[in-house]
Structure formats: structure tokens, C-alpha cells
Nanobody, 128 residues
Framework: QVQLAESGGDSVQAGGSLRLSCVVP?????????LTWFRQGPGQEREGVAS????????YYADSVKGRFTISQDSAKTTLYLQMNSLKPEDTAMYYC????????????????????WGQGTQVTVSS
């Protein structure tokens, strides 16, 4: 079973930056995976934020974070990152990383049900 572990959440002021990390198990390297960051704000549905397909490095972003957030992996492909810049109060949420093997790119970013493997989440709070 794939077990993911997020870290890096914190409380910051609007305009600030954070980098979230997600440790990805080594055996995910044997196949192509879609690695995705989701978030769930208070009283809101869980939404996809950014995806990375390991087969070709293709990235996908929600419109709400384009130009502000960047998804990436380290060179050893053991850690998934989400660099978040120009943070806004509406970015406040619990952030989760998710993974599942996919051969031909990532599923639609809105489809949280496409993933069987999840981390426990890390809280990001942005104050105005």
C-alpha cells in the first residue's frame, strides 16, 4: 500500500509563501503515477490544486492557483513539492497529496475519486 506523508503547512500572512512536501514511497518509481495536491477549506468540497504525471513530468493546475503555485519533484523523485507564492486568505485549507498509477497522464483535476492513496494532510492558514 502506498503511504504518503505531507509536511510544511503553517500560518502565514497574505502575500507570503510556503512550500509543502509529500514523501512518496520508493516503489512508485517502478510505474508511472499521477501525484496530485488537493485541498479542503472549511465547509468546502475537496478540490484539486495541481497534478504531476511522472511519465513525462506534465503538470496541471487549477485556475485559482495558476501562476502562483508550482508542483515539482526532487531529483531523486522521493518527495513531491507544492511551492505556494502570493498566498491569499482563500487558500486556507487542509492540503493533501494523493497518488495512483496512470499510464497516460493524469485524470481530471476535479476527480478526487481517481486516487486510492492519500496522506493525512497538512494545514495551511493565510491571514489577511
Amino acid at each position: 500500500q502506498v503511504q504518503l506523508a505531507e509536511s510544511g503547512g503553517d500560518s502565514v500572512q497574505a502575500g507570503g509563501s510556503l512550500r509543502l512536501s509529500c514523501v512518496v514511497p520508493g516503489y512508485t518509481h517502478s510505474s508511472t503515477y499521477c501525484l496530485t495536491w488537493f485541498r479542503q477549506g472549511p465547509g468546502q468540497e475537496r478540490e484539486g490544486v495541481a497534478s504531476l504525471w511522472t511519465g513525462g513530468g506534465t503538470q496541471y493546475y487549477a485556475d485559482s492557483v495558476k501562476g502562483r503555485f508550482t508542483i515539482s519533484q526532487d531529483s531523486a523523485k522521493t518527495t513531491l513539492y507544492l511551492q505556494m507564492n502570493s498566498l491569499k486568505p482563500e487558500d486556507t485549507a487542509m492540503y493533501y497529496c494523493a497518488a495512483d498509477p496512470y499510464d497516460r497522464g493524469c485524470p481530471d483535476l476535479e476527480n478526487q475519486y481517481a486516487y486510492n492513496y492519500w496522506g493525512q494532510g497538512t494545514q495551511v492558514t493565510v491571514s489577511s
